[in-house]
């Protein structure tokens, strides 16, 4: 099993930035991408970025230029630098691991307003 625990969430105003963190914990050898994906109500889950071990990335159209995922390997951490926030941007953001299972993180949400 692995336990994924997200941090970094809140209420940001249009224009600004936050990071979200994911710590992995448990069978991590098992995962190869890691992601974030978000949930905006009524909506379905979506994308935002991965990472694979290598370190190869991919992001959705709507946050490319604007965020920035990565991953500290050696404290099983990935991260996602969003910068230049807007309104519709605002979700619950997950974390997931994929490799031999899936697995997702509780969520943070993420609230882009004036």
């Known amino acids: 099993q692995v336990q994924l625990v997200e941090s970094g969430g809140g209420l940001v105003q249009p224009g600004g930035s936050l990071r979200l963190s994911c710590a992995a914990s448990g069978m991590i050898f098992s995962i190869n991408t890691m992601g974030w994906y978000r949930q905006a109500p009524g909506k379905t889950r979506e994308l935002v970025a991965a990472?694979?071990?290598?370190?190869?990335?991919n992001y959705a159209d709507s946050v490319k230029g604007r965020f920035t995922i990565s991953r500290d390997n050696a404290k099983n951490t990935v991260y996602l630098q969003m910068n230049s926030l807007k309104p519709e941007d605002t979700a619950v953001y997950y974390c997931n691991g994929a490799g031999s299972g899936r697995y997702w993180g509780q969520g943070t949400q993420v609230t882009v307003s004036s």
């Open positions: 990472i694979t071990r290598g370190g190869s990335t």
